[in-house]
Every structure is written in C-alpha cells, then in structure tokens.
C-alpha cells in the first residue's frame, strides 16, 4: 500500500501530501491477495476501503475511485458515497460490493481529498483486486422426429474458465435407456473451457406431444474464496434446457380389397371302364353319330304309316267325314304341326339318346338296314302305290 499526495506542504496544524493514507481489502484479503485461489464468478465481491487522514488538519469532501469493480456504488458511513469531512488524526471504512466477473481484475484505487482553509488537496493510491474463476455449463436441446422415432441432441458447452469433470445427462421428461455422450459414454469425463459436447438419445412414442427435460451436472473441483475471507468448496454446476415435440399419427391404411372366393376345384373324371368286346359273330357296335349343335331345332321323327285300307275304303285321315272322292292331281294340306319350342338345358341331350335308341331300330351300326329297316322300307313304297290304286279304283266306279 502507498500513499502519494500533491506537490507541496501546508504549516498549518501538521498537514502535509502524505497525510491521507489508503488501505483496500478483498473478501478481507488486503491488496491482490484475492487473485489466489479466486473469486468464484458470480459471487459477491467485497471491498473495503480504509481511509486514515494521519494530519491534524481536516480533510473534506474525500472520495474512492476503483476501476476494478466497475458499476459498483461506493458507500461511506452516513450513506453518501463519499466522506464529507475527515477529522484529522481519524480514519472511516468506505465499502463497495459487486458480482464476481471472469478473468484478472486488478487495478489501482485512488483516494482523493481537500484542505479548505488552505485550499490544497490530498491524493492517495492503493492496488488491489481478485481473479473471478469458475467453470459453467450451457444446455441446449434439438428434437428430430421420424414418425414414431424421436431423436434427441443434448449440446453440452463449458463456458467457464476452468475445466469441468464428471459431466453426465439425465433427461426426467423422458426417460430414454439410453444417453450416448460419444464412444459409447455416459458421461464427459473432462470438459475443457470453451469445448462443447454433443450428446444423443433416441426414443419411440405413440401419437401425442411430448416434453423434454434435459439436465446436465458436473463440477470444477475449484475451492474459491467467500465474501468473509473463508473458502468455499466446489459446487455442482447444473444447466437445464427444454423441448416440446410431436409425435403424429400416420394416415389410416387405405381398406384392402375383398378377394374374389376361389373357384371350387375341378371335378376329376372317372374313368371309363373298359368296354368288353362283342361276342364273336356279332359286328361291333359303333360309336351313336353326333347330334345337332345346341339350339338348333330338334327334327320331326317320322310317323308311322298306317296299314293300307281294302278295296272301297278311304283312308282314315284322307276324306273328311261326308266328303266326296278327292280329284285326281289333288293337292292335300300340310298336315298341321305344333310350333317348335326352344331347346331347354338337357332336353337337346334326352332327345338325341331317343333318336339314337329309334334309328338302332332300322340301321347297323356299320351303316346296314336291319330286317325291321328292311321292312319300314318296302312298306313305304307300297303304301303310295296302294293308295293310288284305291283312288283310282274309286274314280272308275263313280256312274
């Protein structure tokens, strides 16, 4: 501590330049004591000035000026911020209380005064100052979503000025298994000043919104010192940091279509047994010919002829009932025949296996009449024969 005062002496009373004598403590360190181990930043910082006027004259109007502790209101005994009159031979205490900044803070205080009877003034300096030390962690959180996946970025930053050990994250909000620092870590074992980390979890939530709570603690392992003199153990630095998201629900699948009842398998066909071979000396049967397409009309079997009637008799259903001898050269009506009806399913079937069972009746099978087809045929030549002998015969007897 030095005291220095302006040029010059004053007779009167014992007063002299170096009659006002400065003293300035830190957290009750004197001088630049406070610089080791430090203020811990963001504390209080108290600095005490200690004003002696070691003169017999008074001193008026006295005032501190400290760079060191920029902002801070100097406050002297009756409020002011300034010591009206300092009797000679006396000394007052002056205070300033401040918040710890970062890095060294050292400075010379100055310490002013005035003799009035004897219109001179009085200057003493002092320096003195601290270290405003500490680590700091910083917390910011980014949430990327990919349908039911959330992914969460927690970046860890130390904005202190003293490394931070033993770093880990939680996240209450949600909870994930899992925190992943890098390397597969949970934690920063040391996070230097200024250096940031980046950590990682992922979860998965159904629809809905969702909060995340991250915090992060460590600790610089730094005692500092407190604003009575006594030192005051590392603390936990904590940060914290907050992030909303949602997770949305994906659009309903759209209905599947109704597939089409699958068709009942294909009946497997019996086998067709063998046909015995005919007897011997009987032809062999030959397969029925193929009947007409479906829907094409069925044709008109035959009718039977009737027998012919003897001499003088007409035939029945050739002269009506007293009608006289048709002419000769005449021409019959159609005889009338009942209107086709269409083919229904199966009736086409029953009348080919009718026809085929008739037409056996009067030919072979290889292709030969039969006696009863025979027969049929010589029946109906005489039949035409006869009855054109019958209508000549009638007509000659006519007077």
Partial sequence: MTAAGAAGTTPADGAGSKG???????????????THPGIRVGHHVVKAYHLVNRGGADLHNVRVSDPTVPGARVRCP???????????????????????????????VVATGRVSYLRTHVRAVARSGYTGVGGAVTLDEVVRVDGARATVDYKVKNTGNRPVYDTRLTDPGLAPRRIDCGDGRESVARLGPGTSVTCRAVVRRAPGTYRSEG?????DRLSTLGDTGRSVPPPTLVARASARFTVIAPPPAAPARPESPASPPARAREPIAPVPPPPPGLPPVAPPPAGPPPGAPLPVPALPVPPVPPPGIAAPGLVGDGAGPAEEGAVLPPAAQEPATPDRPGRAEAHQETEDSFL????????????????????????????????????????
Avoid: I, K, Q, W
């Avoid at 400065?22 to 360190?29: A, E, H, W, Y």
């Avoid at 039949?383 to 054109?388: I, K, R, S």
């Fill in 360 to 399: 056996r009746r009067f030919l072979r099978p290889e292709g030969g009449p039969t006696g009863l087809g025979l027969l049929t045929a010589l029946f109906l030549l005489l039949v035409p024969a006869a009855l054109a002998a019958v209508l000549l015969g009638s007509r000659r007897g006519d007077p």
């Fill in 215 to 219: 915090r992060v603690a460590g600790t």
């Fill in 20 to 34: 006002l004598l400065l003293r300035v403590t830190v957290n009750t360190l004197p001088g630049v004591a406070a």
């Fill in 78 to 108: 009756g409020g002011l911020d300034h010591v009206a009159m300092l009797r000679g031979m006396s000394s007052m205490v002056c205070t300033a209380v401040s918040g710890a900044r970062p890095g060294s803070r050292t400075g010379d």
